[in-house]
């Protein structure tokens, strides 16, 4: 009998979760360990920034999920990890505080024979001074922070009713943040909801980003074969803007926030300042506050760690400049390199570098995206991971069967740009690979037969269906696993 | 005026009919299609 612990049920560790129940036998034990009760969508997250969506309409409870498929489920939050147990018990360990009401605080050590790292992002709204929901800007990231923004949003709205010009700044607070893409589809869904009541001419809409050029999103940006010529994802966004006149501070790191003013530096080493009525920032993320102790008790949080707290797996993370970036570097397996049966995938992974090319200000201020890995490729490093363990339980290998790389893999991406079923907008972007290859696709990095992208109420109708969807795959209602991550 | 803000000035405009086809019911039943089409060839390919 083995137990495989799984911590993190986001898309990643929940999707691992479902696989290794559906590919093991019951005589084995698969545990999850969330902080969560609740499972969220969070593609979905910016419908309910602007009152589109309830919370409940983007989240599930977890518990009856897992006791439907018979896995084990603790509510709780990993705080350690000791790899080679300690020198009572040799059995590899997880520390874990539990978060629910009823064991609140109270804490446990779970043993496991394989554990896979799926804590997702550490929300890091410290890294800025003054930002996030307990600061003096706003975030969509969980349904909580989302349903606050809305509430803000509201306020605009009968503000700008009111006749008082409002000024709305969303992007990310820091310049070393990820997640563009969200920010992006925010901007343009706020932009919408204020078009929508007739309310868009007093209402200034800014978008305010790390990213060097506009249509980045942290992959770099793509290039797109359309109607004869090849445009870049940059050309696109512009237009975009223009279209719907929205403004864009670029390549800047936010210092700090003020209520109603914030503070940036940006890549030339200019500081300056912009008032606000409305801020939405997303912060940077961090691994989570794990440690990690040999078998003596020393810490060893280093090794199995990156800095950025983000679990090392079979990446190649020697310090190279930009030119000398290969797809190659990407991990494949996702297996830690120090203990063979401890996995990390999703956000909790480190990345070996950014895929956006890396910029530092005059100041030494790092002002460049860090590279995204969510949605599908989440899901699918997930489940390629589940198939290795269950493989390597089952006796079949001693190695890491399936291989997941960021660098053979592609990733469709629906940006929404406003809500509606008759009048709603999104653009539809597929790339392939998310990593771009420059020794397969020398011009472009990427291939561009299946790197495409489109605007219109067709990709808005495919971001919707991809909701319900992706809830039903995640309740594993019946022929769930016949649906794609 | 910043580099941003001229690029974005000089963006091309999409025109009235390529704005009108946007959110032409039929034409984005068929764009539906498409986009599907493509995912699952990405969804082939990727996994």
């Known amino acids: 009998m083995a137990r495989v612990v799984i911590l993190g049920a986001g898309i990643s560790g929940h999707t691992a979760a479902l696989y290794l129940r559906r590919l093991l036998g019951k005589e084995h034990e698969v545990l999850v360990v969330s902080p969560n009760s609740k499972w969220n969508w969070i593609p979905s997250n910016i419908w309910v920034g602007v ?73 890091n709204f410290a890294a800025t001074s003054g930002l996030g929901p307990d600061g003096n800007s706003l975030s969509v990231c969980t349904p909580g922070h989302a349903e606050q923004a809305a509430g803000a949003l509201n306020e605009v709205i009968a503000r700008l009713r009111a006749g008082q010009p409002q000024r709305l700044v969303i992007g990310v607070g820091h310049g070393a943040c990820t997640c563009e893409g969200a920010a992006f589809e925010y901007t ?53 803007f223009r279209e719907r006149g929205v403004r864009a501070i670029l390549r800047a790191h936010v210092e700090r926030i003020e209520p109603g003013k914030l503070f ?3 890549l030339d080493g200019e500081h300056d300042a912009l008032e606000f009525d409305f801020a939405m920032l997303l912060p940077p993320f ?6 990690a102790y040999d078998r003596s008790g020393q ?3 280093d090794r199995l760690f990156a800095p950025n707290g983000f679990l090392r797996v079979d990446a190649d993370y020697s310090q190279r400049p930009f030119e000398e970036w290969r797809a190659e570097d990407w991990p494949k397996t996702y297996q830690s390199p120090s203990y063979a049966n401890v996995f990390g995938v999703g956000i909790a992974f480190a990345p070996p570098h950014p895929i956006s090319r890396p910029r530092t200000s005059p100041n030494g201020t790092v002002i460049s995206p860090a590279p995204p890995r969510t949605g599908m490729p989440s899901g699918i490093m997930g489940r390629q991971v589940a198939h290795s363990i269950a493989d390597m339980i089952k006796g079949k290998a001693t190695t890491p069967t399936h291989l997941a790389s960021m660098a053979h893999m592609g990733a469709a991406c629906i940006a929404s740009a406003g809500a509606g079923l008759r009048d709603g907008t999104a653009a539809a972007m597929t790339m392939y690979p998310v990593v771009p290859d420059y020794v397969r696709y020398p011009v472009h990095g990427r291939s561009l037969k299946d790197t495409y992208g489109e605007v219109g109420l067709a990709a808005h109708w495919v971001k919707h269906l991809l909701h319900f969807l992706f809830i039903y795959k995640a309740k594993a209602r019946p022929g769930w696993s016949l649906l794609p991550e | 005026m910043d580099v941003a803000e001229e690029r974005i000035a000089s963006a091309p405009l999409p025109t009235t009919r390529t704005l009108r086809l946007r959110s032409n019911i039929p034409f984005q039943l068929w764009r539906f299609a498409v986009i599907n089409l493509r995912m699952l060839r990405m969804i082939r390919k990727g996994h």
Do not use: C
């Open chain 1, 51 to 123: 009152g589109r969506m309830s919370a409940k309409a983007v989240t599930f409870p977890l518990a009856p999920v897992y006791r439907r498929k018979g896995i084990t489920f603790e509510q709780a939050k990993a705080v350690a990890v000791r790899p080679e147990g300690d020198e009572a018990d040799g059995r590899p360990t997880v520390e874990v505080v539990y978060t629910s009401a009823e064991r609140q605080g109270q804490t446990a050590r779970i043993t496991y024979d394989y554990l896979v790292n799926a804590t997702g992002p550490k929300l």
């Open chain 1, 299 to 301: 810490d060893i949080t």
């Open chain 1, 286 to 291: 961090r691994g989570a506050d794990l440690k």
């Open chain 1, 188 to 240: 343009f869904n706020v932009e919408h909801e204020l078009r929508s009541r007739g309310l868009r001419e007093l209402a200034d809409v800014v978008y305010l980003t790390n990213e060097y050029e506009l249509g980045d999103f942290g992959v770099g940006g793509m290039s797109f074969k359309q109607q004869g010529f090849i445009t870049s994802s940059q050309t696109w966004t512009e237009s975009l």
């Open chain 1, 264 to 266: 940036y530096e940006t």
